[in-house]
């Protein structure tokens, strides 16, 4: 039998693993909280220690509550594993029902993931794009030209 990922990282005295938590009304599930865990410190960003929030139908009537119901029961399974901090990776939807019980949105996240042979290319190739994003227009054609000045 192949050790889960799970039993990999225990077997090294780490922690890994997720817990699923369902709000349901009359035996229907109407949201859920995907709760990440692993051992603090281990991943820099920490999204690996976030939840998620899950409304299959948001205009049940009771989506609101229950969407609520799995934040609160997502941060007392933070508080239970020691986190000073819950994180919660939430769309739009969320965003209210987060910000009622005390969440600060700190934007938007994005996460990819390179083979290590590639990693340093992409990042190059990242820069470059925000740079010439945060430069505008003009500056883009700018950065063209000196491109192609020095070919």
């Keep these: 039998m192949v050790p889960t990922l799970r039993a990999r990282y225990r077997e090294a005295g780490l922690r890994r693993g997720r817990t699923l ?12 909280a995907l709760v990440d865990d692993i051992t ?3 991943f820099w960003a920490e999204f690996l220690n976030a939840f998620s929030v899950h409304v299959p139908t948001p205009a049940h009537p009771q989506a609101g509550p229950a969407r609520t119901a799995v934040i609160l029961a997502a941060l007392e399974n933070a508080r ?16 209210p029902a987060l910000r ?7 934007g938007r996240v994005v996460e990819w993931t390179v083979h290590r042979t590639l ?12 740079e010439r994003l945060s430069q505008g227009e003009d500056a883009s054609t700018e950065l063209r030209a ?4 020095r070919a």
């Design 21 to 32: 938590i369902v709000a349901e009304v009359a035996d229907e599930p109407l949201a859920y």
């Design 80 to 95: 239970q594993r020691g986190r000073k901090i819950a994180e919660c990776l939430a769309t739009e939807e969320d965003a």
């Design 146 to 149: 000196e491109t192609e000045m």
């Design 119 to 130: 990693a340093r290319d992409w990042n190059n190739h990242l820069i470059a794009v925000f």
């Design 100 to 106: 009622e019980l005390g969440f600060t949105n700190l």
């Design 40 to 42: 603090p410190g281990l």
